[in-house]
């Protein structure tokens, strides 16, 4: 069946295919390529690679790491992310079998505002969520990942919600004869069959909290040790008119890097969990 | 059962519901008490009725060009992604060599933070544009097309990936039968294909959709709002009206106020067409 014109197009295909990646990987490329040059030779040649003179070596990575303390806010993401996905998939799973399982007001309610809290833009709630946060000393890293239990509860126990429904009652009700506490019954029977919604849940939040701007700006703010990631990057470049290219590139580099090592590690999940997310949400 | 898992709500649900409401409910509230009032803090309010909604529409304010921005940034970029993503999907549904690298390779940009990404660009467009001694911020259109660039280069994989989905699930009996019949491979598309993955092209639509419309993180990083505030979306008016002087934020919290209302009217929209597919089916 396979003809050769077929065989001829399938060339074509691939050739555009390999031309569209190419587009896709050239911004990483070229920031990759410029953080190893010297600051003062970006901006005159740009897309060259870097040879004997415009070679810089590690320089720029020294510059911007003395510069920003991005490795501090390295360590400060991975933290509140971490963190952040934990409580979020600990938390938020209780909460949806809770309002699945009892039929009560208060659990319709609540069920309810989770669901429309998902349609809310944050500007909505950026100004007075803030000034909430100084009032209760929430300006801190543990208080970050608590408004982020708060702010991801929504997409969170919705989708564990819909995945709750779907488990036939008789199992948890085998456990609870058997006399296990709703606790027990939970953790023992429910939690283990939620996981692949668990795993769902906490790429959909890790992605949403590791790159989240504006509220570790608003909330943390510039002037503490606690900046995570995009804070630091927007301050390198917002800060002084006089920027220092070279040093943007290598952090730019720096930032991507963790990403880029989570998703080869992780890709199947991660396109799995993306994907249903986008479909349930 | 019921009964004595509703005793134990304290435990099921007590962490989120106070997180939802300090990151939430409370600061929802507020916001929508605070359009009405005049305020530098939140405990400083007096109420002045529809005066803010009133500013907020008024010329000066900047928030009725950021409203025709955005609406034609989200027009041209919901096109153009889903274009591409939709050929690509084809492409890709073709078993040609490579194809598991390809995806990889596509979707990997969705998972770089807007801000990281937004300077990224911006160190690209603006390499491209010093050849002809100019810059990124020089032109409202070089903003715009650079956004509709980046928001291309972010969105394609990750729409791609759904339209995947949904090609992969078209019956190829159907496709057959089509073939048998004598359609060409352009009617087989236009009348088998794009009918079957109807109800991915409708996520992928108010995906893109809302995705563009509520854009902040890129905006601020690429443009923000350069030059004389013409590239300036929504969200960045919204939180330049809050911070970027005082005396205007019950202004800015009104124009919050509006913004969700037209995001609401968005989903709601979204939710009748999904309603409607399902009836069909």
């Given at each position: ?281 | ?165 949904g090609l992969q699930n078209v019956p190829t009996e159907l496709i057959e039968a089509a073939k048998i019949d004598g359609a060409t491979p352009w009617q087989t598309l236009i009348k088998v294909k ?20 509520k854009l902040f993180d890129q905006n601020k990083a690429l443009t923000d709002g350069a030059p004389m505030k013409k590239t300036q979306m929504l969200a960045l008016n919204i939180y330049e009206t ?40």
């Open positions: 069946m396979v003809s050769a014109k077929s065989k001829a197009s399938n060339k074509v295909i691939f050739v555009f295919l390999l031309i569209f990646a190419v587009a896709i990987l050239y911004p990483l490329l070229f920031i990759l390529n410029n953080s190893f040059k010297g600051k003062f030779f970006i901006s005159s040649d740009p897309f060259s690679l870097p040879n004997g003179e415009t070679f810089a070596g590690l320089t720029n990575y020294a510059n911007g790491l003395m510069k920003t303390g991005l490795l501090n806010a390295i360590g400060w993401s991975f933290f509140i992310t971490i963190v952040s996905v934990v409580f979020l998939v600990l938390f938020t799973s209780m909460t949806a079998y809770y309002v699945t399982r009892v039929k009560s007001v208060y659990s319709n309610a609540l069920y309810y505002m989770f669901v429309f809290s998902m349609v809310v833009p944050f500007q909505m709630v950026m100004f007075t969520m803030t000034s909430l946060a100084d009032r209760f000393h929430l300006r801190n890293p543990l208080g970050m990942c608590i408004l982020y239990l708060g702010f991801d509860a929504g997409l969170s126990v919705f989708m564990f919600a819909g995945f709750v429904k779907s488990i036939p009652l008789e199992i948890e009700e085998a456990a609870m004869i058997d006399g296990c506490t709703p606790l027990q019954t939970f953790f023992g029977v429910v939690f283990p069959i939620l996981k692949p919604t668990a795993i769902t849940v906490a790429i959909l939040d890790a992605m949403h909290v590791w790159n989240d701007f504006l509220l570790p700006y608003l909330v943390i703010g510039i002037s503490t040790k606690y900046k995570t990631i995009p804070v630091v990057v927007q301050m390198l470049v917002g800060s002084n008119g006089n920027k220092d290219m070279g040093a943007l590139m290598a952090m730019l580099v720096l930032s991507i890097i963790p990403i880029i090592i989570f998703y080869l590690t992780c890709q199947k999940y991660i396109i799995e969990g993306v994907v249903a997310g986008a479909v349930k949400g | 059962m019921e009964k004595t898992l509703k005793k134990y709500f304290l435990i099921f649900t007590l962490p989120t519901v106070i997180a939802f409401a300090f990151a939430f409910l409370i600061p929802f509230v507020q916001g929508v008490y605070l359009s009405f009032c005049k305020f530098t803090t939140v405990s400083n309010a007096t109420w002045v009725g529809l005066k803010n909604y009133q500013d907020a529409f008024s010329g000066g304010q900047g928030f009725m060009s950021a409203l025709g921005f955005t609406a034609s940034f989200t027009v041209v970029s919901v096109i153009t992604i889903n274009l591409l993503a939709f050929t690509i999907a084809l492409l890709l549904t073709r078993k040609i060599k490579g194809t598991n690298v390809f995806r990889t390779v596509f979707f990997m940009p969705n998972l770089i933070g807007g801000i990281v990404l937004g300077y990224t660009w911006q160190q690209m467009i603006n390499a491209v544009l010093y050849k002809y001694e100019t810059t990124i911020v020089a032109n409202a259109k070089f903003g715009f097309w650079g956004l509709v660039l980046l928001m291309n280069w972010q969105m394609v994989g990750y729409m791609m990936i759904i339209y995947i989905a794009v009918p079957m993955v109807m109800s991915s092209i409708t996520i992928c639509m108010f995906l893109t959709l809302s995705n563009s419309f809050f911070y970027g002087r005082t005396g205007y934020e019950g202004v800015g919290q009104a124009k919050a106020v509006v913004f969700f209302i037209i995001v609401v009217a968005i989903a709601l929209v979204q939710l009748s067409f999904t309603r409607s597919k399902e009836v069909e089916q």
